[in-house]
């Protein structure tokens, strides 16, 4: 069963940045609806469930989830297999699936969605900024304004990281006490009861992405992306992400068939 999902009441918000990068700006007064957004990402069993029904199927130019994607030597890709079976490496279970591509987080929607027919899909990045944001005030992480403090923060690039990636730009004197991704929900949720959105992997979005479209589009009630390209977005910044990317307004973007070391998704479904 797909983890329990928050109805997110819609408004309207600032989306971009002033402080941004280009592709925020300019900043733009977007209303969005009423929706539905997964309290946690999806995580390596609820993915590997889908992977002994379904395989793991080539979609673009490479297979839904990169099984042997690895980084640094010991943080990886924790779904395995074994003769036609997958199974999850022991104590990764509840942490977020990663090396999942976007045709691969698709896929698995559009199989939830026949399992339980319910019309799960991926957020557009409208929805998951706002949700991201706190609605309409629209902090800059999803925890607040400030840096991440206690156990409020989330899993970003911190002190714990530095130790071993001296090289890293952190959130000085914040200490996370983790290197790699997290279980789901192991930091405090937002004030819509969301967990993870700044930090512990990027999240794909539905929109395909242009870096200008905030200035181009006249389109700010519910809004769901250009109409062509061929990259794809993901939001939220990760484990490994300086205080620069894992900002909510925040946007990163790439192939559909990419698949990367802190790179997951987490469910979306309209409200009918």
């Known amino acids: 069963t797909p983890s329990g999902m928050v109805r997110i009441p819609g408004g309207t918000f600032p989306m971009g940045s002033t402080d941004g990068n280009d592709d925020e700006k300019p900043v733009r007064t977007v ?3 009423d929706f539905y957004l997964g309290k946690y990402e999806v995580t390596n069993e609820e993915y590997c469930a889908f992977l002994n029904e379904k395989g793991n199927q080539s979609e673009g130019v490479s297979e839904w989830i990169n099984l042997s994607g690895v980084y640094h030597y010991d943080e990886k890709c924790r779904i395995i297999k074994e003769g036609s079976r997958f199974r999850v490496q022991s104590g990764y279970e509840k942490h977020p699936v990663i090396f999942v591509s976007w045709f691969g987080a698709t896929a698995y929607i559009k199989w939830l969605s026949e399992k339980t027919g319910l019309a799960y899909r991926l957020p557009t990045e409208a929805e998951w900024e706002y949700a991201a944001g706190n609605g309409s005030k629209h902090t800059m992480y999803s925890w607040g304004n400030g840096p991440p403090s206690g156990k409020k923060g ?4 911190d002190e714990t990281a530095k130790k071993q ?3 890293w730009t952190i959130f000085d004197s914040y200490t996370d006490g983790y290197v790699y991704p997290a279980p789901v929900g192991s930091f405090d949720p ?6 993870d959105m700044s930090g512990n992997v990027w999240e794909w979005c539905s929109d395909l992405y242009d870096r200008s479209y905030y200035g181009k589009s006249g389109n700010t009630n519910n809004p769901t992306g250009p109409a062509s390209g061929s990259f794809r977005v993901f939001r939220g910044g990760s484990w490994c992400s300086s205080p620069q990317h894992v900002r909510v307004a925040n946007r990163h973007n790439f192939t559909p068939s990419f698949r990367y070391r802190d ?3 987490r ?3 309209s409200v009918k």
């Open 165 to 167: 990636f001296s090289d």
């Open 154 to 157: 989330g899993n970003v690039a």
């Open 31 to 33: 209303t969005v609806g």
């Open 263 to 265: 790179l997951g998704f």
């Open 267 to 269: 469910l979306a479904r």
């Open 190 to 195: 937002n004030e819509f009861g969301l967990f």
